[in-house]
């Protein structure tokens, strides 16, 4: 049968042989098959390169995850820079401008590193797992039964040439014999690789919901890391204005605090713990009760008028007319000031 199939591929490729032609669903399917196998691949390498961009990183925690072992913790960009400005800040002085800023600069980026390592977890689990499980996987699978579809319909092919060129009437027998089974078995292998290939359909709406929770994580994200910057802008703005810029001479005003991005209906932010506009939030401003909250993060005090927090700590928080929908009134003990609501977690 081996040296039939490879005789019945050159002459198919020669031109030589006639070559039994799937039928165009299966065809189609097929198209969809691989189609989708080089989109997901090209997809999930781009995001791995986009959540790790050290080519070194990525080939380590590939390797490690090979071993089945845990790779070594080391500092993500943001955190060494934040380690650089904290450094930096603490040998020119906490007390001076410059220290000062550079050491809440530090703080803001070391954040901003914890959120994206947090993003980068999330961005594994949910989105690239699930790519690299249907390579490897189901992948596999369909291109081991479809190159089992190839040999039947080479076997098919050789039966239906053999019965050409059979002359005498005990041959011809034979021959039929041969072509009805490698028929069955190669309509057998059809079906299979049929009902596997129209699997395809919900691997694409297990890939959507797999990237919806992803597009959900750089929500999160991104409304993290605007948070922090607003913040770290607040706190920048509360230094003196009379320093000089290097590029224009001109002195320096404070910073104005940029707007909220518009954000359409069709686009909600996502719901977790640090969005900015969550239901309890809302029914909380609403009423002019109190409820206790769970700080997520550290939070200094730009100035008198706010409450600094520690993470971990539980505290009490309400509303007070007038105030902006990101702040609520927080208190501990005797003290009390304006905290920002995207650093708590309304406990019920």
């Known amino acids: 049968t081996h040296v039939s199939l490879s005789q019945q591929f050159t002459e198919e490729k020669l031109g030589q042989a006639e070559k039994t032609e799937l039928d165009a669903h299966l065809e189609n ?13 090209k997809i999930m390498k781009q995001t791995e390169v986009l959540l790790q961009p050290n080519p070194n990183a990525r080939i380590e925690e590939f390797v490690y995850e090979k071993l089945d072992r845990k790779a070594p913790s080391r500092l993500n960009n943001q955190e060494q820079l934040a380690q650089y400005l904290i450094d930096a800040g603490n040998e020119f002085g906490p007390g001076a401008a410059y220290g000062n800023a550079l050491i809440k600069c530090g703080e803001t980026q070391r954040r901003i590193g914890g959120a994206h390592r947090e993003l980068v977890q999330t961005g594994a689990i949910n989105f690239l797992t699930p790519l690299r ?7 596999k699978t369909i291109s081991k039964e479809r190159k089992l579809l190839q040999n039947k319909r080479l076997d098919l092919d050789a039966a239906k040439t ?7 009437a005990e041959a011809r027998a034979s021959a039929e014999q041969e072509l009805r089974i490698t028929q069955s078995e190669f309509d057998r292998q059809a079906e299979i690789t049929r009902l596997l290939l129209e ?23 991104f409304a993290q890391c605007y948070q922090y910057m607003l913040d770290l802008q607040k706190q920048l703005g ?13 002195p320096l005003t404070p910073m104005q ?17 640090n969005s900015v506009v969550t239901s309890g939030f809302s029914e909380l401003k609403a009423t002019s009760g109190s409820r206790k909250a769970r700080v ?31 702040w609520l009134m927080g208190e501990r003990c005797n003290q009390k000031g304006k905290v920002p609501i995207t650093y708590l977690e309304l406990l019920n």
């Not at 605090?257 to 713990?273: C, D, F, K, T, Y």
């Open 162 to 168: 053999r019965l050409k060129k059979a002359r005498v």
């Open 199 to 221: 699997g395809i359909s919900s691997t694409h709406a297990h890939h959507l919901r797999c990237l919806n929770d992803f597009v959900e994580a750089q929500m999160t994200y």
């Open 29 to 41: 399917l097929l198209a969809k098959a691989e189609s989708t196998k080089v989109w997901t691949e």
């Open 257 to 273: 605090s940029v707007p909220l991005p518009s954000v359409s209906a069709s686009a909600p932010l996502p719901a977790a713990s």
């Open 133 to 139: 499980n249907f390579i490897e996987g189901d992948y």
């Open 296 to 326: 997520l993060y550290d939070y200094d005090a730009a100035n008198s008028s706010e409450l600094s927090l520690l993470a971990d700590e539980v505290i009490t928080v309400y509303s007070m007319p007038g105030m902006d929908s990101d």
């Open 238 to 250: 509360s230094f003196p204005s009379t320093f000089v810029s290097n590029n224009n001479q001109s």
